[in-house]
T-cell receptor, first 115, second 112 residues
Framework: DGGITQSPKYLFRKEGQNVTLSCEQN?????MYWYRQDPGQGLRLIYY???????QKGDIAEGYSVSREKKESFPLTVTSAQKNPTAFYLCASSSTGTRDNQPQHFGDGTRLSIL | AQSVTQLGSHVSVSEGALVLLRCNYS??????LFWYVQYPNQGLQLLLK??????LVKGINGFEAEFKKSETSFHLTKPSAHMSDAAEYFCAVKDNFNKFYFGSGTKLNVKP
């Protein structure tokens, strides 16, 4: 079945450490997204990519970095510059039709905590 | 930027009662509207999406939503709540640049 796989499900970060969250999709979608979810704040967009080798900052990109070398993969690195990384991170993908009602599809998330 | 407003961060209903979760969107967006459900420690699952074919949209698990352009609303309803409906629900819109905007979510509690 097609879907989005996020790994690991739980991740712990030490002070000053960079960690990378994996996101892989086999839906043949061009667009991929990373969101951060904190209690009571809904989803906030970190980065998104509409095509391979291109990506744009979202609303809260500081302290995060991404790459998009393959259509299927959109890893997110949480750098040591992100001082409050504890959150639930969601990866999503969608087709790139701009005038249609195709939805986003989501992975099951990665919960990141500070050690 | 577009905006989505969900009135009520927490809604509590009794099992068997009507569920009504409210969503209003900024009028500048095209009607690419969605409702998602999220269970604890899981990703978002699509409940339903608006299509121009009808103003009343049926989704999974007995949920439906009505698009009212004059009120810029897309409220989610279910005639009879079930315990398994307890979750968080998100309304979302997509703009013409394939960017999605989410409401802050409504947590639904179902009392036995």
């Amino acid at each position: 079945d097609g879907g989005i796989t996020q790994s690991p499900k739980y991740l712990f970060r030490k002070e000053g450490q960079n960690v990378t969250l994996s996101c892989e999709q086999n839906l043949n979608h061009d667009a991929m997204y990373w969101y951060r979810q904190d209690p009571g704040q809904g989803l906030r967009l970190i980065y998104y990519s509409q095509i391979v080798n291109d990506f744009q900052k979202g609303d809260i990109a500081e302290g995060y970095s991404v790459s998009r070398e393959k259509k299927e993969s959109f890893p997110l690195t949480v750098t040591s510059a992100q001082k409050n990384p504890t959150a639930f991170y969601l990866c999503a993908s969608s087709s790139t039709g701009t005038r249609d009602n195709q939805p986003q599809h989501f992975g099951d998330g990665t919960r990141l905590s500070i050690l | 930027a577009q905006s989505v407003t969900q009135l009520g961060s927490h809604v509590s209903v009794s099992e068997g009662a009507l569920v009504l979760l409210r969503c209003n969107y900024s009028s500048s967006v095209p009607p690419y509207l969605f409702w998602y459900v999220q269970y604890p420690n899981q990703g978002l699952q699509l409940l339903l999406k608006y299509t121009s074919a009808a103003t009343l949209v049926k989704g999974i698990n007995g949920f439906e939503a009505e698009f009212k352009k004059s009120e810029t609303s897309f409220h989610l309803t279910k005639p009879s709540a079930h315990m398994s409906d307890a979750a968080e629900y998100f309304c979302a819109v997509k703009d013409n640049f394939n960017k999605f905007y989410f409401g802050s979510g409504t947590k639904l509690n179902v009392k036995p």
